[in-house]
Every structure is written in structure tokens, then in C-alpha cells.
């Protein structure tokens, strides 16, 4: 059982390099979403998307780029990394339809440095 | 805004001691209500959930929680707890109709021998 995957684990980047963090998930579940995980703060959401094609803005959207062409995949896109970017990344998702308990899966995680 | 408080940041207890690890939410319509547990360098594990019904909820590895509408509280419960409980545990919210989850600051379990 797979369930959500993510990659890569950890990554070290500099100023102003892009990379793209990848999920995906194979339980066919309509929302996807990503977390960032600052100590002290918990985790808060970035992104989130309920289907192919609909993606929308979390508590701390800025930086960020997501796309949902695929349900099974939800790509988080740094365009320009800043060292606030450090950050551990969750990926996590669930499904949405109706009756459902709407429990998040949640992927093991993506440790990014910007130096 | 919807939020959620984990006062205690870190709590030590003694292997077979009891444990309680607190959490408030802001008022607001009946809230769904989890508790996770993140080990050392791991992903999310769910514990327990409420949603209606029993304000008593059974989860996972011999953990309850009790959701108090009067205190806006959904404390978490272990009647005796075992070194492999260290872990860091997260309780969230989920607004109704949303899946997105508000999640507090996190409470940092160390069980000593």
C-alpha cells in the first residue's frame, strides 16, 4: 500500500533556485493538499485542490505554485526559494464525497534548507 | 478564525504513568476534532476522531479523548504510557463542509524510564 509519496525526502537548495516537490497519492481521493511544518507552529496549509484542474490558496499561499492535472498528482512548485521556505513539507489528502469522515493521509514528508 | 491551542509544549511523565494532553479550540459550530501523532522524522498518524455522537472517542494505541463543548476542549488521554508513546502529537479542526484542518502548535511527548 503506497498511499500519499513524496519527493524528494530531503533537498538543499540556494537563494533563488526553483525545484518542485511531488505527491501522489494512489487511493483515488479527490483532495489534496500541502502543509508546511515550522516548529512551534504546527502545521499550516499552503495549497489545497478538490479535483483535476481546481486548486486553491491555504493560510500561506505566497511563494508557492501548485497545478492539479491528474487526480493522483499534486506538485508544490518553488519558484524563487527564500531561506523562510525552510521548511519541512506534508503532503496529505483525503476523499470528499459525501458521508465520507474526510481523514487526511498524510505522505511522510520533504525536508527543504534554503540556503 | 477557527484555531486550535495546545498549551503545554512539553510534557515529560514516567513510563506507566498516566497522561493528559490538553486542547482547546475556538468557539464555533460543532467542530470535527482529531488528534494526530508524528514520530522523530516521520508523516502524521491519525489517533482518534469525533465527529457526533459519544463524547468519549476510542483511537489507536490505547488513546481516548473526550470532547467538552462547555470548555471547548478535546483532551487527549493514555491511562499508562509506554516509552514508545514519545512522539509529538498534533490536534486539529476541521471546519464543517471543508477538509482543510487547523492544526495547533504541537505538544512534545518525552516518557522517561
Known amino acids: 500500500n503506497a498511499g500519499v509519496t513524496q519527493t524528494p525526502k530531503f533537498q538543499v537548495l540556494k537563494t533563488g533556485q526553483s525545484m518542485t516537490l511531488q505527491c501522489a497519492q494512489d487511493m483515488n481521493h479527490e483532495y489534496m493538499s500541502w502543509y508546511r511544518q515550522d516548529p512551534g507552529m504546527g502545521l499550516r496549509l499552503i495549497h489545497y485542490?478538490?479535483?483535476?484542474?481546481?486548486?486553491d490558496q491555504g493560510e500561506v499561499p505566497n511563494g508557492y505554485n501548485v497545478s492539479r492535472s491528474t487526480t493522483e498528482d499534486f506538485p508544490l512548485r518553488l519558484l524563487s526559494a527564500a531561506p523562510s521556505q525552510t521548511s519541512v513539507y506534508f503532503c496529505a489528502s483525503s476523499y470528499l464525497t459525501s458521508g465520507s469522515t474526510g481523514e487526511l493521509f498524510f505522505g511522510e514528508g520533504s525536508r527543504l534548507t534554503v540556503l | 478564525a477557527q484555531s486550535v491551542t495546545q498549551p503545554d509544549i512539553h510534557i515529560t511523565v514516567s513510563e506507566g504513568a498516566s497522561l493528559e494532553l490538553r486542547c482547546n479550540y475556538s468557539y464555533g459550530a460543532t467542530p470535527y476534532l482529531f488528534w494526530y501523532v508524528q514520530s522523530p522524522g516521520q508523516g502524521l498518524q491519525l489517533l482518534l476522531k469525533y465527529f457526533s455522537g459519544d463524547t468519549l472517542v476510542q483511537g489507536i494505541k490505547g488513546f481516548e479523548a473526550e470532547f467538552k463543548r462547555s470548555q471547548s476542549s478535546f483532551n487527549l488521554r493514555k491511562p499508562s504510557v509506554h516509552w514508545s508513546d514519545a512522539a509529538e502529537y498534533f490536534c486539529a479542526r476541521q471546519g464543517t463542509g471543508r477538509r482543510a484542518l487547523t492544526f495547533g502548535s504541537g505538544t512534545r511527548l518525552q516518557v522517561q524510564p
Open positions: 485542490s478538490v479535483g483535476a484542474g481546481i486548486t
